[in-house]
């Protein structure tokens, strides 16, 4: 059991924080206000009363390096946070931020890996969470940008973040302490950490939390008067805290082996510090991360939250003429139809289309028009379009022989335009389009099987051969003629494609083409040479661009692609759906990537990028 010894802090001192970088320097939330107290004497950083502290350092500034500490102005019902020269405690830089639904109980900085971003996690009165941007690493700058919302607790004491492993913990007063996912793109969902009430080891309530640099968690169980220690990759530790009568607050100082616990004592009042070893720290196992890029624009949001937007595809008018669109589907309503500006040219209200493809020129008896096809779980049909002058006109729908259709894409052959569609128990039918415009029809010429879910899909009418994603398996290659070669699985799931597999989409310029495929369950995207053995070329992310106010991508189901050269996309254009819409919350909607920016990140040559013109 560690030895507590009396330590001194400032009259009125109950909450206090380790400065980052500087041993022995604390933060203290006193009756005199926010200090910096140090060797070198006592600093006021800002009067009033405060509470929830918490501090990053290496904050540049208008050049210089800052250390940033938020705290929770208990009078004011806000977080204030302050950028201050360690050298001189003078402040340098100063942010508000007033909940704008209930008072904050709880607040808690985070660091975030790509480029030292902080976000500010709240947690107000109601147990709403709020995630905000507050500093801007790449223009070095204090900024106020919401994030995100999501559910949190009730009656929140404490907050604290593994910035490593991107973790918010959260203690919940009479419960325990809750993890979530800190990163800009997390989810939602929440596991226990530490719970008491019978089910977990805490005896009491978890009064107040800490993290250490190397991701252990420190909770105070002040009920029980009990230090509870979880470190990352060993065993659990539990001391109790017999001579204190009250302990209610938990402040901890790094070291090398070691770090320096203080508890404040109610009872006393008074704090006491005692030095406690660490475990060996785990080795290292350094998450590997493919490198990023940013999104050139974002469409309007759909019309609801959930899980709605799903599968893009970029209809490039013949000749130059017309405007260039983005179809994007609504799996809850319709067809959605937008510009290369985000912006929301029509809305075709025909049922519950999951994935939708188009070919420039499908023949009819009647007329020749450029058409989209897709899938419509509303009757497990298929939708056709016709995209005109006027826009984007609903020819009816086709019938399939399949249960729950789900994928779906288009092959343009010499003689016939086709539709190959799935469904969710692995089977896909071939249809050939005919009829008219106004009577459409479709005609199935062929049907296999993939061995389980699969969705998405691209035909290649340059190698006829049709590339279809099994989601838990990889990418398999077919003939894409009625009569041609069956599936054969070339691309298995591994580091880069990781489950589910989803959208997938063919980059072509000259003599050479890639496959670019969504690895949902990595939150990135694959290419593939489409040569044989299909060699992978590399991987990339797509993340916020702060200064555009779009954020990154994540749990992609379907893409498209497109090498013609379009306004401000001269090398072609990438669409993502984003599962997650945020920098703020919003309804899920489709990212514009410049092939550009692609090509760079993969590091592929102008003449490899481009091919011949």
Same mark, same amino acid.
């Given at each position: 059991m560690p030895a507590f010894d009396a330590i001194s802090f400032p009259d009125g001192a109950a909450d206090l924080h380790a400065e980052p970088g500087a041993p022995g320097t604390w933060l203290v939330a006193a009756e005199a206000g926010l200090l910096r107290v140090s060797g070198e004497g006592t600093h006021l950083l800002a009067a009033g009363r405060f509470e929830s502290l918490d501090a990053r350092g290496g904050v540049e500034l208008g050049g210089e390096r800052t250390i940033l500490v938020s705290g929770l102005d208990v009078d004011a019902g806000a977080v204030r946070l302050f950028a201050y020269d360690p050298a001189t405690a003078a402040v340098t830089a100063r942010l508000t931020i007033s909940p704008d639904r209930a008072s904050p109980d709880a607040a808690c900085l985070a660091r975030h890996g790509d480029g030292g971003d902080l976000t500010l996690f709240i947690v107000d009165a109601r147990g709403e969470v709020q995630q905000r941007v507050v500093y801007d690493a790449a223009a070095g700058a204090l900024v106020n940008r919401p994030l995100r919302r999501f559910p949190g607790v009730p009656e929140a004491e404490a907050c604290a973040v593994d910035d490593a492993a991107e973790a918010l913990y959260i203690a919940?007063?009479? !419960? =325990?302490?809750?993890?979530?996912? /800190?990163?800009?793109?997390?989810?939602? $969902? %929440?596991?226990?950490?530490?719970?008491?009430?019978? !089910? =977990?080891?805490?005896?009491?309530? /978890?009064?107040?939390?800490?993290?250490? $640099? %190397?991701?252990?968690?420190?909770?105070?169980?002040g009920d029980a008067g009990a230090l509870h220690y979880l470190p990352a990759g060993a065993a659990p530790a539990l001391w109790p805290l017999a001579d204190m009568g009250e302990p209610s607050a938990l402040a901890l100082a790094p070291g090398v082996d070691a770090v320096d616990i203080v508890v404040f004592d109610e009872a006393a009042p008074g704090h006491r510090v005692a030095r406690i070893p660490l475990p060996p720290a785990p080795a290292a196992t350094a998450q590997r991360r493919p490198p990023a890029i940013a999104a050139s624009a974002e469409t309007v949001p759909v019309a609801r939250y959930g899980d709605a937007a799903d599968d893009p595809a970029i209809y490039v008018p013949a000749n130059g003429t017309g405007e260039p669109l983005v179809l994007g589907t609504d799996k809850r309503a319709g067809l959605a139809v937008y510009g290369l500006d985000g912006a929301l040219r029509q809305f075709l209200a025909v049922g519950r289309l999951n994935n939708v493809d188009l070919l420039p020129a499908v023949a009819f008896a009647d007329g020749t028009v450029p058409l989209a096809a897709a899938s419509n779980r509303s009757g497990d049909s298929i939708s056709l379009f016709a995209i005109e002058a006027g826009g984007v006109r609903h020819l009816g729908d086709v019938p399939t022989g399949l249960s729950d259709v789900y994928g779906l894409c288009m092959y343009a052959a010499d003689d016939a335009a086709y539709v190959f569609v799935n469904a969710t128990d692995g089977r896909y039918e071939q249809h050939r389009l005919g009829g008219t415009l106004a009577e459409p029809t479709a005609e199935r010429v062929r049907a296999f099987r993939l061995p389980s879910q699969p969705e998405g899909c691209v035909a290649d009418p340059v190698t006829t051969q049709v590339y279809l994603g099994e989601e838990a398996a990889g990418v398999w290659v077919a003939g894409a003629a009625p009569d041609g070669a069956a599936p054969t699985l070339v691309i298995e799931v591994g580091e880069q494609l990781v489950p589910d597999v989803e959208g997938m989409a063919i980059y072509r310029r000259g003599e050479q083409a890639w496959l670019v495929v969504s690895s949902?369950?990595?939150?990135?995207?694959?290419?593939?040479?489409?040569?044989?053995?299909?060699?992978?070329?590399?991987?990339?992310?797509?993340?916020?661009?702060?200064?555009?106010?779009?954020?990154?991508?994540?749990?992609?189901?379907?893409?498209?692609?497109?090498?013609?050269?379009?306004p401000g996309y001269p090398d072609g254009l990438l669409v993502l759906q984003d599962g997650r819409n945020r920098l703020p919350d919003a309804p899920q909607d489709f990212k514009l990537v410049d092939w550009r920016a692609v090509a760079a990140v993969l590091g592929l040559a102008p003449d490899e990028a481009q091919g011949a013109r």
């Open positions: 919940e007063e009479p !419960v =325990g302490v809750w993890r979530y996912d /800190a990163a800009w793109e997390g989810d939602r $969902e %929440r596991e226990p950490a530490l719970l008491g009430s019978g !089910v =977990g080891p805490l005896a009491g309530e /978890a009064t107040d939390l800490a993290v250490d $640099e %190397r991701g252990g968690l420190w909770v105070l169980d949902q369950g990595s939150n990135s995207f694959a290419v593939y040479a489409l040569v044989p053995g299909y060699p992978l070329v590399g991987d990339f992310r797509v993340t916020a661009d702060l200064a555009a106010g779009i954020d990154g991508v994540s749990e992609t189901d379907g893409l498209d692609v497109t090498s013609a050269a379009l």
